[in-house]
């Protein structure tokens, strides 16, 4: 009797050795995964999107991950950042706008009790999370990042900041918010870059994590290169007289390049420049400098963003992560047509441009060439407006060298990431029903092994947007879209992804027919017209 209660002791003691083996196992190969989120970035801005901007550790991301050429965003930072975090569309999420309450659910200004961010959810299978840098997706404090799921967090809660200080951008009262794990700081250093410090809690909080058991997810936003145009002198000085050909040539030699690189279709057609830009020839030789100077400052913005990528790739590697990780980099909008110098909200600083004592924008003419080949800016939902660059890089799962034309959009990266990690999507969390995801994990399509860069492959998916009265709907190869107060507009994206040849007039039927469908989801998740909105 006895033996026999030995040997069934030892037989259990081995299945609970077993058990808790595998499931060791199965916790340490969950990926851990980073995403990369810039702040008004264009299409065109980097180098394997046809830039001239030196980045290169993002076009190695893309060199040895995927390309996504048909992505989309929500057009504006608070948007775009509650579809990435929530996974929902930005009215679902309670973000229709910005941060400010607007008088309904769609347009509160914060997160809702309905929707789950990527890090609560992940919490849930023991992800270690981290935040580093702009969050700006509400006030209240049930919308902060260390009550959203976040273990470490450094996070900007506004739109826009000095990159040296914490000193107001604008002289209506708004104040600049910077949180530590949930404290809030003042950053009066001068010294200190804010693309440097996102960098640097991030490489920091990922030391402090290489020895856990866990899994990681970090999310790194960062405002570069959002206005004010500001960087340190040398690195300004690398592109100081760099752009002294102007705007024309700038969007003429990108639009060049990204068809070499087979970003865009041949036959698409180069939209037209932008309507309020000068001749660059008829400018003066002060103007031109001027010119030359704002873009060179955001040059500079984007450089020294993608050496902080470096700086995390390299710290990945140095922690041994680097063989399962997955990392995401993409844009929350459009390259931006803020005029701030004509805003009397701004407080206007005119010392050294790109230093402390400067705040400036690079102005509808250079956003114009940001977005190439693209119309409009951030704010619009023209392509110009809500199409980002997308990199997503895997060793091991995502095949070297690939790039799609799918459809994917930001609402998609929590569904991704949730299937990577071995999640379903639940129906409550923390007792609070959570609305149902209207987006795809894009797992499928970035572990395709093959190029699949086919224009017919992107038939199958309908997207919707509004944005302060901009609203429109991609689906299939058709997008139907309009500004404020003007009508709509059709668009057969298939063969004119630059939105040149408007199809309205002539295809009255298929206008209907999309806008039916966009009344429809606009009722669904909250849209209220512009006008009305308090």
């Given at each position: ?438 987006g795809n994990s894009l797992k499928s399509t970035l572990t395709a092994h093959q190029n699949i ?82």
């Open positions: 009797m006895m033996n026999t209660l030995r040997f069934r002791f030892l037989q259990l003691l081995l299945l609970f050795l077993s058990v808790t083996s595998v499931r060791a196992q199965d916790k340490s190969q969950h990926p851990n995964i980073i995403i990369i989120l810039a702040d008004d970035l264009g299409f065109s801005d980097l180098g394997c999107f046809g830039s001239e901007i030196s980045t290169p550790n993002l076009d190695r991301l893309a060199r040895e991950g995927i390309k996504l050429t048909s992505f989309y965003n929500s057009g504006r930072c608070c948007p775009s950042r509650a579809a990435l975090l929530t996974g929902l569309y930005p009215h679902q999420a309670g973000i229709g706008d910005m941060v400010q309450d607007k008088g309904s659910p769609a347009y509160q200004g914060y997160l809702s009790e309905n929707s789950a961010t990527i890090a609560q959810l992940l919490k849930t299978k023991d992800y270690n999370t981290i935040i580093s840098g702009k969050w700006h997706v509400g006030l209240v404090p049930s919308a902060l990042a260390h009550n959203r799921g976040f273990d470490k967090s450094f996070t900007m809660l506004n739109n826009g900041s000095s990159y040296f200080n914490s000193e107001p951008i604008y002289n209506d009262g708004r104040t600049v918010n910077f949180l530590l794990n949930g404290q809030k700081i003042e950053r009066q250093d001068t010294s200190r870059y804010l693309t440097q410090a996102i960098t640097d809690f991030a490489v920091k909080s990922l030391d402090e994590v290489k020895s856990s058991k866990n899994p990681f997810f970090l999310y790194v936003a960062y405002t570069a290169p959002h206005w004010p145009i500001q960087a340190p002198p040398e690195d300004i000085a690398k592109y100081k007289g760099k752009y002294m050909e102007g705007w024309d040539a700038l969007r003429k030699q990108r639009f060049e390049r990204q068809k070499q690189f087979g970003i865009i279709d041949k036959q698409w057609l180069l939209s037209s420049r932008y309507q309020g830009a000068s001749e660059w020839e008829k400018l003066t030789s002060v103007e031109k400098d001027l010119w030359d100077t704002r873009m060179a400052i955001y040059a500079a913005m984007i450089d020294r963003m993608d050496r902080g990528v470096g700086e995390i790739l390299t710290k990945l590697k140095d922690i041994q992560k680097d063989k399962n990780t997955l990392v995401i980099f993409v844009s929350d909008n459009g390259g931006s047509g803020d005029t701030v110098k004509d805003w009397n909200y701004v407080t206007q600083k005119n010392g050294t441009p790109g230093s402390v004592n400067a705040i400036d924008s690079y102005y509808p003419e250079w956003g114009n060439a940001s977005n190439t080949p693209f119309r409009l800016f951030k704010k619009n939902t023209h392509e110009g407006g809500i199409a980002s660059p997308f990199i997503a890089w895997f060793p091991g799962q995502i095949a070297a060298g690939t790039s799609s034309s799918q459809i994917g959009h930001l609402i998609d990266l929590l569904p991704t990431c949730l299937e990577w990690a071995g999640l379903q999507y639940p129906r409550k969390l923390a007792g609070k029903e959570l609305t149902a995801l209207p860069n086919k224009r017919s492959g992107t038939v199958n998916r309908t997207l919707f947007w509004e944005h302060e009265g901009s609203r429109a709907i991609r689906s299939g190869r058709w997008k139907l879209v309009a500004e404020i107060h003007q009508p709509w507009e059709l668009y057969d994206l298939q063969v004119d992804r630059t939105e040149t040849n408007d199809l309205a007039g002539k295809l009255p039927a298929k206008v209907k027919e999309l806008e039916k469908q966009y009344l429809e989801w606009a009722k669904r998740v909250g849209v209220v017209d512009w006008d009305l909105i308090k």
